[in-house]
C-alpha cells in the first residue's frame, strides 16, 4: 500500500510533512527574529524623556501571518510532484488571456491618455490629486528613461538617481547665479546630466552583471556626497531654496496685472499653477516615451537589444559595443536630467536628501515589475507603487512591510513583471507579441 502523504497522489501533489514542519518552524524563528525586535518593542515619548512600549499582539499576528503565507505557498505552489509546472493553466485559458492581454494593450493606452487629458478638470479633482498625480507622472518618467538602460540596452543601473540630482542641481545653480529662467535651463539639465551619463558610461564598459551594479550604485552616492560636502557651491545639507517657478511662456501665476489670470479673464487661484505643473510634466513625459519608442525602431535601439541579447553576438555582427552603451547611458540619463530639473521647479527647495539610494532602488523596482521593456507596464507599475504608498499612509509603520510583501507576492505571481509580452521592434509579416521568457534580462551583459 502506498503512502499517500508523501508520494504524489493522482493530481500531482507531493506533501513531504517532516519537510513542510521543518520549514515552517525556521520560517517562524526567522519572522519573531525581525519582527520581535521591529515591531513588540517601541519607543515613544513620555515625560523625562523616552519610554519603551511593548506590542507583542501586533507582533503575533505579523508572524503568523508571514507562517500561514509561506504554508499557501508550499500548497499552492511547491507541493507538485517532480517535473510538474508549479501552477498548470489548459492552454486555450492562456491563449484566451494573451487575447485579451493584447485588445487590452491596444486600448489601456489612449484609455489612460484621455484621462489623464481631462483628470485635472473632473469635479474629483483637488489640490491633493493633483499633487500626486504630478508625483507619478514624474517616477513615469524617470521608469521610462531607465527602462532604456536596463530593459532595452541590458545594463543594471542603481545608480540612476544621481543623473536625476544633476538636472535638479543644474537648473537650481544657473537660475540661482546666471539667472536663467525655466525654459532655458531645461535643454541644458538634459545636456549636462547626459554629459555625465557619457563619463560614467566610459568607465563601466567592460563591466558586466553585479560589478555594473556596484559601480554604478557608487556614482550615485558620490554624487550625493559632493552635494552634501560642497556647502560654497551647491548648500550642503541646507540645499538650495528660492528656486524659480516656470512661468507659461512668460506669463507668470500671480495676482499682478499681466499675470495668467488677469491676461486670461479668470479669477486668480493657485490651482491654476499646479494644473499648469501637471501638464508640463503629462508633456514631458510623453515626449520620453515617444522618443523611446521611435529610438527602439531605429538601428540603435535594435543595438540596443542586440547588446542586451548577448554582447558577443554583438560584436560579431559589427556593431561597437562602446557606442552603444555609451548612447543608451547618455539618452537615459538625458531624460532623467529634464526630470530633475522639472523636480526642482515643482518643489522650491532641493537638498541632497532628495536623491538618496531609495530612490533608485524605487525606479529600478518600477521598471522590474512593470516588465523590462514595457513602457506600459512602467505607468502601471509607478500608479500601483506611488498610489500604493499614498493608500497607507496612515499605517506609516507597516508602508515598508506591506510594500515588501507586495513585491515578494508579485515576482511570485509574475516572475517577469506585470506585463510579461513584447512587441518585437521589427518583424516579417505580422507584428505579435512574444512572451517575456524568450527575452533575455537586463543584468549588465
Not at 552635494?227 to 538650495?240: A, E, K, V
Not at 521589427?426 to 549588465?444: H, T, W
Request: proline share 4%; net charge positive.
Amino acid at each position: 500500500m502506498t503512502d499517500t502523504v508523501n508520494s504524489p497522489s493522482r493530481a500531482g501533489r507531493h506533501f513531504d510533512i517532516p519537510k513542510i514542519a521543518k520549514d515552517l518552524v525556521v520560517t517562524a524563528l526567522i519572522a519573531t527574529a525581525i519582527f520581535g525586535s521591529t515591531i513588540a518593542f517601541r519607543t515613544v515619548s513620555a515625560s523625562g524623556g523616552l519610554s519603551l512600549e511593548l506590542r507583542f499582539a501586533e507582533a503575533f499576528y505579523v508572524i503568523a501571518a508571514v507562517v500561514f503565507g509561506r504554508l499557501l505557498l508550499w500548497i499552492f505552489f511547491w507541493s507538485k510532484a517532480p517535473g510538474q509546472p508549479a501552477v498548470s493553466v489548459p492552454t486555450g485559458l492562456k491563449q484566451g488571456f494573451r487575447a485579451f492581454g493584447a485588445k487590452f494593450g491596444k486600448v489601456f493606452g489612449p484609455a489612460m491618455l484621455l484621462l489623464a487629458l481631462v483628470f485635472p478638470f473632473l469635479p474629483t479633482t483637488d489640490r491633493y490629486l493633483l499633487d500626486l498625480s504630478i508625483l507619478i507622472l514624474t517616477y513615469i518618467m524617470l521608469g521610462w528613461g531607465l527602462n532604456i538602460v536596463v530593459g532595452l540596452a541590458g545594463l543594471l543601473d542603481l545608480g540612476y538617481v544621481a543623473f536625476y540630482a544633476i538636472g535638479a542641481y543644474s537648473y537650481a545653480l544657473l537660475a540661482q547665479y546666471f539667472g536663467f529662467s525655466f525654459w532655458m535651463c531645461l535643454p541644458l539639465a538634459g545636456i549636462l546630466a547626459a554629459f555625465w551619463g557619457i563619463i560614467l558610461g566610459f568607465p563601466v564598459l567592460r563591466l558586466r552583471g553585479d560589478y555594473l551594479a556596484i559601480v554604478t550604485l557608487a556614482f550615485g552616492e558620490i554624487i550625493r556626497v559632493v552635494l552634501l560636502n560642497w556647502y560654497q557651491f551647491t548648500g550642503g545639507p541646507d540645499g538650495l531654496s528660492g528656486i524659480p517657478r516656470p512661468s507659461f511662456f512668460g506669463i507668470p501665476f500671480n495676482r499682478s496685472e499681466g499675470g495668467f489670470a488677469d491676461l486670461f479673464g479668470l479669477d486668480y487661484s493657485s490651482i491654476h499653477r499646479i494644473i499648469f505643473m501637471y501638464f508640463l510634466i503629462l508633456v514631458l513625459a510623453l515626449i520620453t516615451n515617444f522618443v523611446t519608442n521611435r529610438l527602439r525602431r531605429l538601428p540603435i535601439g535594435r543595438a540596443w537589444e542586440a547588446l542586451r541579447e548577448d554582447e558577443i553576438a554583438c560584436r560579431s555582427l559589427g556593431l561597437n559595443t562602446t557606442s552603444v552603451k555609451l548612447t543608451a547611458f547618455a539618452i537615459g540619463a538625458m531624460f532623467a536630467g529634464f526630470a530633475g530639473s522639472f523636480f526642482a521647479t515643482r518643489q522650491g527647495f532641493i537638498s541632497p536628501e532628495s536623491f538618496t539610494f531609495i530612490e533608485s532602488a524605487l525606479i529600478l523596482a518600477i521598471v522590474v515589475l512593470g516588465g523590462m521593456g514595457s513602457q506600459v507596464g512602467v505607468v502601471i507599475a509607478s500608479i500601483a507603487m506611488i498610489g500604493g504608498f499614498e493608500l497607507f499612509r496612515e499605517a506609516e509603520q507597516y508602508r515598508m512591510l506591506i510594500f515588501g510583501l507586495a513585491m515578494v507576492v508579485i515576482m511570485i505571481w509574475r516572475p517577469r513583471g506585470l506585463i510579461s509580452t513584447r512587441i518585437p521592434s521589427i518583424f516579417l509579416k505580422e507584428r505579435k507579441a512574444v512572451s517575456a521568457d524568450m527575452v533575455a534580462q537586463g543584468e549588465g551583459h
